[in-house]
């Protein structure tokens, strides 16, 4: 198993950004943070075996706040433990994604039809922006950041407190699979499938948006398939 290769400038660029939005945060929520951070971006690898105490050195924290972050990245699914002190980051579980994506692709294809309902001119724009910024990009981690905002406006438009609610209880595993999902051979793809959902909501086609936004989230699952 593969030891964590420690970045400390990377790891205290984290812990800057994160304090610089909440001056107050604990030692324990400040290292979840980052470590939840480091997975997502892929800068810790599935497999990789994380050590308390040489994270915690790094980091300039003491075990307990770590030990208390591992631990519950444990019980979210993103950490395996594998003795008194060691733990490494878990793998996808095919079930978990499949599951996960089935209910994001019922509630999100319904949220689109929803959308279409309550659109409003500046919501539109706002879409409309953001196809043209995607369509543009080359970097991953804008694609990323503009993928997620473009489900995040229909979701909030639909105005439906159930799948807003679901949204934001999986946005971590949502920006966890996504680092395996959004890069460079598949946003060309993701670019057409968002813009055709954006023109069927700008005609007004509730039907068209929903079959849209089912297509387009059932070929992530796919994509997951060929990575497995």
Same mark, same amino acid.
């Given at each position: ?21 909440? %001056? ?19 800068? #810790? ?5 994380? /050590?308390?105490?040489? #994270? *915690? ?16 990245? %444990? ?13 490494? /980051? ?46 543009? %990009? ?51 793809? *993701? ?17 068209? *948006? ?6 387009? #989230? ?11």
């Amino acid at each position: 198993m593969k030891e964590m290769q420690i970045d400390s400038e990377l790891i205290q660029k984290e812990i800057n950004e994160i304090r610089k939005n909440n %001056t107050f945060i604990s030692s324990k929520e400040l290292a979840y943070q980052v470590i939840m951070n480091l997975i997502i971006q892929r800068s #810790l690898q599935s497999g990789e075996r994380i /050590v308390q105490d040489t #994270l *915690a050195e790094s980091m300039g924290l003491s075990r307990s706040p770590i030990r208390e972050a591992l631990m519950k990245l %444990t019980e979210e699914g993103f950490l395996e433990k594998n003795d008194k002190s060691s733990y490494s /980051v878990a793998g996808i579980r095919l079930k978990d994604y499949v599951d996960y994506c089935e209910m994001r692709l019922r509630m999100e294809s319904y949220g689109a039809a929803l959308a279409v309902r309550n659109m409003t001119d500046d919501v539109l724009e706002s879409l409309e922006e953001n196809v043209n910024r995607y369509r543009k %990009t080359t970097d991953i981690m804008q694609a990323r950041k503009l993928d997620e905002s473009f489900h995040q406006i229909l979701i909030q438009t639909s105005q439906n407190p159930y799948i807003i609610d679901f949204s934001q209880k999986t946005q971590k595993r949502k920006a966890y699979y996504s680092r395996y999902l959004v890069h460079a051979e598949n946003m060309s793809a *993701a670019k057409v499938e968002h813009q055709k959902i954006y023109e069927a909501i700008r005609n007004y086609d509730e039907k068209r *948006a929903e079959e849209m936004m089912r297509l387009h #989230l059932k070929n992530y699952l796919d994509k997951l398939y060929d990575i497995i």
